[in-house]
């Protein structure tokens, strides 16, 4: 995967690096403590069904090439009540049971052992630990990590010759001054900045396959720390324009930028102005 912070115009110096990278376990637990909740609760589900009641186990014995099904009502009977053909669909029911059972118990000692994991880990304390510290002694100190207070202040710190505005290009403004080149831009600008994602405006890089370009916005994942790539293409009803488009993210595929990895894209048409709530939801998904 493409990594901006490699790029001929975004280049770190070899101290902005964190000897430890950002740590996305606690994410990904949360994620699976959800998913897990939900296979729980599906399982549970089908356990209350009516096809799920009935009694006892299954043991399939084995009698060559040739299986037979056996209902076991009770730990002490061993041999169980023979299941013929034409009533398949107990054995069937029997199967279906005993593997939901035994799955249900293993998803909730899972579950607990996530649950007890999360209730202890907590891998801002490297930070945390470092924040506290005295200005004077952190001035002497190398960390393993920096701030992302620190990383952000050092990310934008990076010089980069922006696009030229052209004399006859129409006039917006962000609200912190930032010239851009349309409404949308505005919207997605302010708030970027609304939302405390550091951002770059038409930051050039290299990709292959379309050259040096400049993106729209060049963000930056604090959470992640990697660098996103955000175009918004908002004249998707010219014919032209949404060929070249639709060329230009090719392009980024090919050289490995993907959606929603390294990759985001907004769009409007005429008909379908870009909303705030779109900025808000794309921030929220893939920026932080």
């Given at each position: 995967m493409p990594d901006l912070q490699k790029g001929d115009s975004t280049d770190f110096s070899e101290d902005v690096f964190d000897v430890l990278p950002a740590d996305n376990l606690k994410y990904a637990l949360q994620e699976r403590l959800t998913q897990l909740k939900s296979a729980i609760s599906f399982i549970e589900a089908r356990l209350a069904q009516g096809s799920h009641k009935v009694e006892g186990r299954l043991r399939i014995d084995m009698n060559g090439p040739y299986a037979r099904y056996f209902r076991v009502r009770s730990s002490d009977d061993f041999k169980g009540e023979y299941i013929p053909k034409k009533k398949r669909s107990i054995a069937q029911?029997?199967?279906?049971?005993?593997?939901?059972?035994?799955?249900?118990?293993?998803?909730?000692?899972?579950?607990?052992?996530?649950?007890?994991?999360?209730?202890?880990?907590?891998?801002?304390?490297?930070?945390?630990?470092?924040?506290?510290?005295?200005?004077?002694?952190?001035?002497?100190?190398?960390?393993?990590?920096?701030?992302?207070?620190?990383?952000?202040?050092?990310?934008?710190?990076?010089?980069?010759?922006?696009?030229?505005?052209?004399?006859?290009?129409?006039?917006?403004?962000?609200?912190?001054?930032?010239?851009?080149?349309?409404?949308?831009?505005?919207?997605?600008?302010?708030?970027?900045?609304?939302?405390?994602?550091?951002?770059?405006?038409?930051?050039?890089?290299?990709?292959?396959?379309?050259?040096?370009?400049h993106p729209d916005f060049t963000c930056l994942n604090l959470r992640s720390r990697k660098t996103i790539l955000w175009e918004h293409l908002g004249m998707m009803d010219s014919p032209d324009y949404s060929s070249r488009a639709a060329k230009r993210i090719n392009s980024y595929n090919a050289a490995g930028y993907n959606f929603g990895a390294n990759l985001v894209a907004t769009f409007e048409t005429a008909e379908k102005p870009l909303s705030a709530k779109t900025v808000v939801q794309t921030i929220e998904r893939f920026l932080m």
């Amino acid at each position: 995967m493409p990594d901006l912070q490699k790029g001929d115009s975004t280049d770190f110096s070899e101290d902005v690096f964190d000897v430890l990278p950002a740590d996305n376990l606690k994410y990904a637990l949360q994620e699976r403590l959800t998913q897990l909740k939900s296979a729980i609760s599906f399982i549970e589900a089908r356990l209350a069904q009516g096809s799920h009641k009935v009694e006892g186990r299954l043991r399939i014995d084995m009698n060559g090439p040739y299986a037979r099904y056996f209902r076991v009502r009770s730990s002490d009977d061993f041999k169980g009540e023979y299941i013929p053909k034409k009533k398949r669909s107990i054995a069937q029911a029997l199967a279906q049971k005993d593997y939901d059972e035994n799955v249900l118990a293993i998803l909730q000692e899972q579950l607990s052992q996530v649950e007890q994991f999360l209730d202890f880990y907590n891998p801002a304390q490297v930070d945390d630990y470092y924040e506290r510290l005295h200005p004077n002694r952190c001035s002497m100190i190398r960390p393993v990590r920096l701030s992302n207070e620190e990383f952000a202040r050092r990310w934008l710190a990076i010089p980069y010759d922006p696009k030229p505005f052209a004399a006859t290009d129409l006039e917006y403004y962000a609200s912190n001054g930032l010239r851009v080149r349309s409404k949308s831009e505005v919207i997605i600008a302010d708030t970027l900045t609304h939302m405390g994602v550091p951002f770059k405006y038409e930051c050039p890089c290299k990709i292959r396959g379309l050259g040096k370009i400049h993106p729209d916005f060049t963000c930056l994942n604090l959470r992640s720390r990697k660098t996103i790539l955000w175009e918004h293409l908002g004249m998707m009803d010219s014919p032209d324009y949404s060929s070249r488009a639709a060329k230009r993210i090719n392009s980024y595929n090919a050289a490995g930028y993907n959606f929603g990895a390294n990759l985001v894209a907004t769009f409007e048409t005429a008909e379908k102005p870009l909303s705030a709530k779109t900025v808000v939801q794309t921030i929220e998904r893939f920026l932080m």
